[in-house]
């Protein structure tokens, strides 16, 4: 289906923005000039059901100890007894939001803090620098200042950097190379660094998604055997301070069509979850990462687990900086939920596709939010053969 949306109407004004030859000059992002007009722009300003409440109630998020999991043999007594718990305390948050958080997770300390390090090395460089990698219509990858390229309206006030992570091990240094090729061999530490994190995420990956088929009855090894050499995308987000962080979002309300998001927020607040109609917050926890199940997971588990609204608010007095790791299949494998998760009560939820599939609707076709797995369904039934 040819889709090119162009900004005429309120229904439209949020979709993505295809008819690149007709769009004039974005609007910069440049925060500390923004932050000093005396008007706030209305291209940040959201409508006011969706506005930011700062002060929300805190979620409740299992905390799940990995230690005996990943240390001890799959047979022996504590790993067992263990993963069980695990298994239980995983179940019951994927049924309700899809959130939870991971300690004892054999991540390497000084690697996350080399991780933030060259984050803010990263967003605390000239613009006319993070530009030269700057993110491509229609492309997922690369440097993005607030999507003004993207969207007309409800811009989050943000910045991200984007990348690639293969693990197809005939493509080993993904990352390393991308860094090495877009920006110099300058940033060679950056790649070696987020290289190195992005193998971390990986492994710790696949061993939570045996965590996941065990939780749902399936074989240990299944949805760990589906994500091998994965094909997965790596984002740094900085939220800069804002003047007024009571009329704009850091991201907007949004479940992630990805599979499953690995997250590792610094000290300052501001991860939002949607649960039982209201907004509550997962506090920064130094030792842990957040992890939520994506649309792709969703579809996988043929929806009896939950991909859940979330966004990021932010403040006017402290910066705030994030690493998400998004696990994504290999982008021609086929998405469809195994059979023991499948009978007369549980029929087919969703169609096949690819991630690759997915991926193209969000960044070409669609916003993504609440509805993005059933828009694409939607988009799959009636798309010409």
Excluded at 184 to 190: L, S, V, Y
Aim: proline share 8%.
């Amino acid at each position: 289906m040819a889709v090119s949306y162009v900004t005429t109407s309120p229904e439209e004004e949020d979709k993505p923005r295809l008819d690149f030859g007709n769009i004039q000059t974005p609007l910069i992002f440049n925060p500390s000039m923004l932050n000093l007009q005396p008007n706030f722009p209305n291209q940040f300003i959201w409508p006011d059901h969706e506005k930011p409440s700062i002060n929300v109630p805190q979620l409740d998020v299992p905390l799940i100890d990995l230690q005996n999991f990943i240390s001890d043999p799959p047979d022996s007594p504590s790993s067992s007894s263990s993963t069980l718990e695990a298994s239980r305390l995983i179940s019951e948050a994927c049924k309700k939001h899809g959130f939870f958080l991971v300690v004892n997770h054999g991540i390497n300390e000084a690697l996350i803090s080399d991780a933030h390090e060259y984050m803010s090395r990263f967003f605390d460089m000239p613009l006319s620098e993070k530009q030269r990698v700057l993110r491509k219509p229609g492309e997922s990858c690369g440097y993005a200042s607030s999507f003004t390229g993207r969207f007309s309206t409800k811009l989050p006030w943000k910045e991200t950097l984007s990348f690639r992570f293969s693990d197809d091990k005939s493509r080993s240094k993904t990352v390393e190379d991308y860094f090495c090729d877009a920006l110099g061999h300058g940033f060679e530490p950056f790649g070696k660094v987020y290289q190195e994190y992005c193998e971390a995420m990986s492994s710790l990956s696949l061993k939570i998604m045996e965590l996941l088929g065990i939780s749902l009855g399936v074989n240990r090894d299944y949805f760990r055997d589906f994500f091998q050499e994965n094909d997965s995308i790596m984002r740094l987000n900085y939220y800069p301070p804002c003047q007024k962080p009571d009329l704009t979002l850091g991201t907007g309300p949004h479940c992630d069509p990805t599979s499953l998001t690995i997250l590792h927020q610094d000290h300052v607040n501001g991860l939002q979850v949607f649960v039982e109609n209201q907004w509550r917050s997962i506090r920064p926890n130094p030792k842990a990462f957040v992890v939520n199940i994506g649309d792709t997971f969703m579809a996988l588990s043929n929806n009896r687990y939950k991909s859940c609204l979330h966004r990021a608010v932010v403040n006017s007095e402290s910066e705030r900086k994030s690493l998400a790791f998004f696990l994504c299949p290999k982008k021609d494998r086929v998405v469809k939920p195994p059979r023991e998760l499948l009978d007369s009560v549980t029929p087919r939820r969703y169609p096949d596709f690819t991630w690759s599939l997915f991926l193209e609707f969000t960044q070409k076709h669609y916003r993504a939010d609440m509805n993005t797995l059933q828009a694409f369904s939607d988009w799959l039934t009636n798309k010409p053969i």
